[in-house]
Structure formats: structure tokens, C-alpha cells
């Protein structure tokens, strides 16, 4: 994984121990909280797969022989979302990783609906991930079920609607 | 003289002391060359010859004069000549074999002349018999003593109660003649010594004398190992000193309890319970833990243990304090439970 700077921490052993102190493990949740938004982010990832997360080097230092037990995994994975910085997905087999906000995420896919002239109209969710026109976007490549989380959020803040069984979406200004 | 003056007609039965030691079948009995019982069974026991054939006869060994033994030929069995008197010979022929087996199962019993002492001989007897009667003796003499010893150790406590009543009583009446404090808290220390123990009444001024003693005792030892030892220790430490005067444990712990200074007993948050110095400084105690873990880098249980000169588990409680305090953390690994500097508390530096 080249160009990805990991953080003391990743060197450190005990920060694969799930701490029984409450206020370290309040601090190791943290680090690795930024670590995972940071590494995501820095591979476009927005799902991580917990069933396979002893397999990625995220959470499993083979130079230090020292990996997240897949308990642990589950704590860190609780602990992201409890704080926003994650959101289940598939029961609790996955999570969506928001290195971005919620919020920010929405706002990206509203301006750049914006600027594309897009509002009132219906484009497919399909032709914003994958369509020719977005290859530059932030989320262009984006996993459709990511996307719709993304949307929901929209259609509460009442500039979006989901239309059809969920495939298209109206943008409003 | 004849046959009928040495042997006599008897039932086949052993008389008591008397055992069996050589048996022959097939044995023909003589008397000089005249044939008196064909084909029976021969026993020699420590005591007797026994002939059992149709009847059965027996001879009392101690008219044996003389045995000794006749070859026979390939026409003739081994015979046994035994002689009672000068002129009167008993001739045993073992038709079926057997002749120089008894016959020296039969000088051996001469030698031994068992009969003489057999019966009247007061004692548990020879063979299996004797050492099955010797066991029960002992077990039955071990079974007394311990009977009486606790009787004894009952007379004893009833004694016991009754100095301390007596106590009791000679304090109330020292206190009208104005004994003083000291002299008393004396009288109290000797009663103690002798392990009696007022249980009710005022708090035991003699307890101040144990727990001088207590402290007298381990504090080189507390002070040598870092300023902490185990419950255990301590324990052996104070009986080693005390020589024959032992204490229990329960009393070195309610002694303990009491104590302040200079060593007091001091619980963990596991529930542990050790021996400390009074004047340890716990924060500086920290501090001196967590800079040996900066020093390092990380300390496993026994590391800190051989540093400080004290006991892994010891060494674990302290760590594990210096964790709660959020100093330290921890990396559980196949390397077993090391502790690191709290990092995450404190940055990458």
C-alpha cells in the first residue's frame, strides 16, 4: 500500500489491545477511529467488510505481529458510529466508513446537481456513479447502496426525492 | 518300649502356635522294619509329626532324638530314621518323593525347638500370623496415646479457661490497688506468650508488644524488597523469627491490621493483601514505574519484578495500578500481558 503514512499509533502493540482503562480506551477508540477514516479515505474506500478485516493490513500489522481480534473490530466498528464517524450496513457485517460527513456528502451531490443543471429533472442513480459525466466527481465509483444513504439524507433536508423503487433521484434547489 | 509310648491317635487338627512347614503324600511308616500305616499323608509342623492316613497319629517333635536320612536304592524309597531312644527307631518312607525336603524342613524344626516356647511364649508369633498381630498391637497403642493426648489437649483447655478467668479476676483486683497500666499491660503480654488470648474485654495492650515485634521483624525485609512483600512472606518471616513461640496466621493478621507504622497491610483493587511500608510514597512509587517503563519502552510482570526485587505478582498489582491510573497500557499478545508507557494519553513522544 504505497503513499499511505501510518500513524504512531500503528507501531505502538497495546494499541491492538482493546484497553480496559475507560479513559485510554476512550483514546485508543479515537485513534483508531481517525486511523480507518484516514486510511479509507486515502483508498476511496467507503465500506469496510468486518467479516474479512483480520485480512486488510488496517487492522492487522504483520512487521509488529499484532492484529485487531475481530471482537475488538466490532467494538471500533460500534464505537464509529456511535460518534457518526460510521453507519452499519448489512445488519452489522459492514460498515460505511463517512471520513466525509454525512452532511458534506449531500451537499457535494446537491452542488454538483446544481451546477449540472440537473434540478427538476430525474437522472438515475446508476448514471451518477457510473455515468460519463461524473468521472471527475468526488463520488463517482461510489457503491449504490453508499449512494442512497446519501440521498436519504437529502430527501430529509427536502432537496431530493427518491423516485421509483429507489433507482432514480429529483433534485430540487 | 513301642509305637503306642510316641505316637499318639489325635484328630486332624493344628493346636494353637502350631503351623504346618512340610507335607508329604505317599508316605508308609515303620516301626525298626515292621510296617505299622501304608500310604498316607505326612505333616510336619513346628511342633509335630502328624501321620494321617485312615487314623491319625501324631509324635511330639521333642522326642525326636536323632533323624537322619537312608538313601534307599532303586528298589527301595528314601526313608527318614528317626531315632526316640537308643533302641527304638521310626522309619518314614516317602514312596512318593518328597524325603529331603522334610527332612530338612524337619532338622531345621529340631533346631529351632519352637515347641519349647511356642504356646507358653508371650509375642505376635512368627510368619504372616505374627506381623498381622504385631500391626493390630501398634494400631491399638497409637489409638491410646492419641486418646490420651486428646484428653490432655481437653484438661488443657479447660486450665486454659480457667487462667483466663483467673486473669480476669487479678486484674479487677490489681486495678483497687492501683497497679499501674504498664505493670498490667505486662501481666497481659505473659499470658499472651503462653497463647491465651482475653477475646472479650478492652483492646489487648500486649498486641502493641506482636505488632513492635511484627514490625521489628519485617521491616528489613519490606524495605528490601522495594517497600512491598506478599502476605506469605511476611508470614514466614515473623514465625522464622519467632523460633518455637509460633503465630497463626489469623492472629498475625489481626495484628497487621492494627498496624500503622512502620509497616501496614495495604489491599489492592484485585483484593490482594500485602505487607507495604507505611512511609511508601504511592505517587512516587508511580512515578518510579513509569519511568522505568519509559526507560525500557515495556515491562512484563516479571521484568518489573526482577527490578524492583520483588514478586511477579506483586510487580503485576503495581502495574496493573499504575494502568488504572491511566500511566500505563497494555499489549496482550502471545508474548503474554507487557505494559507500555500510556501513549495515547500522553502523545507519540
Known amino acids: 500500500m504505497s503513499g499511505f503514512t501510518w500513524p504512531w499509533e500503528y507501531s505502538f502493540p497495546p494499541f491492538f489491545t482493546v484497553q480496559p482503562n475507560s479513559t485510554t480506551r476512550a483514546k485508543q477508540m479515537d485513534s483508531w477511529t481517525s486511523l480507518i477514516c484516514a486510511y479509507c479515505q486515502f483508498h476511496k474506500i467507503t465500506i469496510l467488510n468486518l467479516g474479512d478485516a483480520e485480512a486488510s493490513d488496517l487492522f492487522n500489522n504483520k512487521t509488529l505481529k499484532r492484529k485487531l481480534s475481530s471482537d475488538a473490530v466490532l467494538e471500533v466498528a460500534q464505537y464509529m458510529t456511535d460518534n457518526g464517524k460510521a453507519q452499519w450496513l448489512d445488519g452489522q457485517n459492514s460498515i460505511l466508513v463517512l471520513w466525509r460527513s454525512l452532511e458534506e456528502w449531500a451537499k457535494l451531490l446537491h452542488d454538483f446537481a446544481i451546477e449540472a443543471g440537473l434540478t427538476n429533472s430525474v437522472c438515475t442513480l446508476f448514471e451518477l456513479v457510473q455515468g460519463d459525466d461524473t468521472t471527475k466527481e468526488e463520488f463517482y465509483g461510489l457503491d449504490i447502496r453508499v449512494l442512497k444513504v446519501f440521498l436519504k439524507c437529502l430527501e430529509e433536508q427536502g432537496r431530493a426525492e427518491l423516485i421509483g423503487d429507489d433507482e432514480g433521484v429529483k433534485f430540487f434547489v | ?349
Request: glycine share 8%; aromatic share 8%.
Open chain 2, 1 to 349: 518300649m513301642s509305637f503306642g509310648e510316641f505316637w499318639f491317635g489325635t484328630a486332624d487338627v493344628l493346636l494353637p502356635m502350631e503351623r504346618v512347614i512340610g507335607v508329604a503324600e505317599g508316605v508308609a511308616l515303620y516301626e525298626e522294619k515292621q510296617i505299622i500305616f501304608e500310604k498316607g499323608q505326612l505333616k510336619l509342623t513346628n511342633q509335630r509329626l502328624i501321620f494321617v492316613g485312615a487314623q491319625v497319629y501324631f509324635m511330639n517333635l521333642d522326642r525326636i532324638l536323632k533323624v537322619s536320612f537312608d538313601a534307599g536304592s532303586w528298589t527301595k524309597s528314601e526313608k527318614i530314621l528317626v531315632a526316640v531312644s537308643s533302641d527304638l527307631t521310626f522309619r518314614l518312607s516317602f514312596r512318593a518323593g518328597g524325603c529331603k525336603e522334610v527332612l530338612t524342613k524337619l532338622e531345621a524344626a529340631l533346631r529351632a525347638k519352637e515347641w519349647c516356647y511356642g504356646v507358653a511364649r508371650k509375642g505376635y508369633g512368627i510368619g504372616v500370623g505374627g506381623i498381622q498381630k504385631k500391626l493390630q498391637m501398634q494400631a491399638q497403642q497409637t489409638e491410646l496415646h492419641i486418646s490420651s493426648a486428646f484428653e490432655d489437649l481437653s484438661n488443657l483447655m479447660a486450665s486454659a479457661k480457667e487462667m483466663v478467668e483467673l486473669s480476669q479476676r487479678l486484674m479487677l483486683k490489681s486495678k483497687d490497688k492501683g497497679l499501674t497500666d504498664d505493670e498490667t499491660a505486662q501481666f497481659r503480654s505473659q499470658l499472651l506468650s503462653i497463647g491465651l488470648q482475653n477475646s472479650e474485654g478492652p483492646a489487648n495492650p500486649s498486641d502493641n508488644q506482636l505488632q513492635q515485634e511484627i514490625g521489628r521483624v519485617l521491616l528489613p525485609a519490606v524495605e528490601a524488597s522495594s517497600g512491598i512483600i506478599s502476605l506469605t512472606e511476611a508470614y514466614c518471616r515473623v514465625n522464622r523469627a519467632r523460633g518455637l513461640k509460633l503465630l497463626s496466621p489469623e492472629d498475625l493478621l489481626a495484628a497487621l491490621e492494627g498496624m500503622r507504622h512502620p509497616v501496614k497491610l495495604y489491599t489492592f483493587a484485585s483484593g490482594l493483601r500485602v505487607v507495604q511500608l507505611s512511609s511508601l510514597d504511592e505517587v512516587a512509587w508511580m512515578d518510579k514505574i513509569v519511568s522505568l517503563l519509559e526507560e525500557t519502552g515495556c515491562l512484563g510482570a516479571e521484568q518489573l519484578a526482577t527490578r524492583l526485587k520483588t514478586s511477579a505478582v506483586l510487580a503485576l498489582e503495581r502495574l496493573l495500578q499504575v494502568e488504572a491510573d491511566s500511566r500505563a497500557c497494555r499489549d496482550e499478545s502471545i508474548n503474554g500481558l507487557v505494559f507500555y508507557p500510556n501513549k495515547f494519553l500522553t502523545g507519540a513522544s
